[in-house]
């Protein structure tokens, strides 16, 4: 079993529509949470960061942190066909020399 | 432009060839991530420096493999006797002592053939 589960899709979304991307992770260790867009042929870029169980809303982004359920949760509302990317969750411990594990991403298209 | 960079954006190498790649942090940054991503999958750690101590190697670092960031500024990372299996995005990140957050570059594009 893989530190990091993720549905890698690929989601085909209609344009406006909310969008929930979702992780699952097997170590209990992990108390950093955050999601990473990355475009086609780019690198990853930093979305959202949370620390511990709870809510964390930016703009049109909220993610969910559910350390009971190993379950985490990134929500897109009113999406765009600029959010078509791929969405990697990642996750840290801080006895890990702040090693980031990713999970595989999920492929997201918005179609106008 | 103060984000994380990287050159070459592309190398295409024949099998049995070295390759350096290179990667300048943001500047106030004083760690450094080395990832391999290959497609379909999230990148993986490969190795990490705080200044210029090289603090952690993973696994998938073989031997071939080598890291340098000499005065803690820019680091290069060769790949030697390279193997189509060392085809990849090789993506570097930086951040600022114990924050979490993580500034991806762009990333060097490897194809081996």
């Known amino acids: 079993q893989k530190e990091v589960e993720q549905d890698p899709g690929p989601l085909s979304v209609p344009e406006g529509a909310i969008v929930s991307l979702n992780c699952t992770y097997s170590?209990?260790?992990?108390?950093?949470f955050m999601w990473y867009r990355q475009y086609s042929r780019k690198g990853p870029e930093l979305l959202m960061y949370?620390?511990?169980?709870g809510n964390k809303e930016d703009g049109r982004f909220t993610a969910q942190v559910d350390k009971s359920s190993k379950y985490i949760s990134l929500f897109i509302r009113d999406s765009q066909p600029s959010d078509s990317a791929t969405y990697l969750c990642?996750?840290?411990?801080?006895?890990?020399?702040?090693?980031?594990?990713f999970g595989p991403g999920t492929s997201l298209s918005v179609i106008p | 432009d103060t984000g994380v960079s990287q050159n070459p954006r592309h190398k295409i190498t024949k099998r049995g060839q070295n390759v350096t790649f290179r990667c300048d942090p943001i500047?106030?940054?004083?760690?450094l991530y080395w990832y391999r991503q290959t497609l379909g999958q999230g990148p993986e750690f490969l190795t990490y420096?705080?200044?210029?101590?090289?603090?952690?190697k993973s696994r998938l670092l073989s031997d071939r493999f080598s890291a340098e960031r000499p005065k803690g500024s820019f680091s290069t990372l060769e790949i030697q006797r390279t193997e189509q299996g060392d085809s990849a995005m090789y993506l570097c990140?930086?951040?600022?002592?114990?924050?979490?957050?993580?500034?991806f570059g762009p990333g060097t594009r490897l194809t081996v053939t």
């Open positions: 990140a930086s951040s600022w002592k114990q924050a979490t957050e993580q500034y």
């Open positions: 170590n209990s260790a992990f108390q950093y």
């Open positions: 949370t620390y511990s169980s």
């Open positions: 990642a996750m840290e411990t801080k006895t890990s020399y702040d090693k980031v594990i």
């Open positions: 500047s106030e940054h004083n760690r």
């Open positions: 420096f705080q200044n210029e101590a090289q603090l952690e």
